[in-house]
Structure formats: C-alpha cells, structure tokens
C-alpha cells in the first residue's frame, strides 16, 4: 500500500491542498445550450409585450393567469392583469400561450342538446 505525505499528516486520501475548481451543473455543454436558448425566448417575449398581446400563463400548481406582459428579465416576468400588475417567477410558470381574440359578433358555439323522449305505455 502506497501512503502519500498527505495521508500521513491526517488528509483524507485522494485530496491535495489545491482547491478545486467549481463548475456549472452539466458541464460546457449545458451552458452553450442555454446560451442559445435564451435569445429565442427574448424574441418571443419582445414580439408580445411590443403587441401587447393576451397571454394565459398556465402555473406549475395550475392557476392560470391571463393577461398582457409588461416587462421581463432572466428570472420573472410582469403580467398586468385585471387593472395591477402581477410578478411571476420563470420557475413557477409550466406553460405561456398567446390568446387568440374571438370576434364579438361571432356567436359563441352552443353544443348539440341530447332529448330523451319517454314512450307512453299503453295498457
């Protein structure tokens, strides 16, 4: 058995007095991913706070949240909805969809109504 100085003065083996370098999770790879992720995400958010679109922001717990985004950085972004302005953490949110605007003259789509007819039982 090979003994190191290191060992003989109570280091735990394997471990020299330089400390290590931290790096990202997931290594260089990971972080060149989300380095091209993000500019698209810009786009998107850029495109729909300049139309001020309607949004429905669908929560990882399932609230939704519909409204028209304000602003945005890396961790959040403001929606301002129902007359105040809300602040939602990227983490929180599960989905973000653009809302399509229904026409007001279109009438709303009515589902076919199911009639049950008796028979009348004759004795």
């Avoid at 890396?74 to 809300?86: A, K, W």
């Avoid at 229904?102 to 076919?112: D, H, I, K, T, V």
Wanted: glycine fraction near 8%; aromatic fraction near 4%; hydrophobic fraction near 40%.
């Amino acid at each position: 058995m090979i003994h190191t100085r290191s060992r003989e003065l109570g280091a735990r083996p394997g471990r020299t007095g330089v400390a290590r370098e931290r790096r990202a999770p997931g290594g260089p790879a990971a972080s060149a991913t989300r380095a091209k992720a993000e500019p698209c995400q810009t786009r998107v958010l850029d495109e729909w706070q300049a139309s001020a679109a309607l949004l429905e922001v669908t929560l990882v717990n399932g609230v939704k949240i519909r409204g028209t985004l304000t602003n945005y950085d890396p961790y959040s972004i403001g929606l301002h909805s129902r007359g105040e302005t809300q602040i939602v953490y990227k983490q929180a949110i599960l989905m973000i969809m653009a809302v399509a605007a229904q026409p007001a003259e279109a009438p709303s789509p009515r589902r076919p109504a199911i009639v049950l007819k008796r028979r009348t039982r004759i004795r």
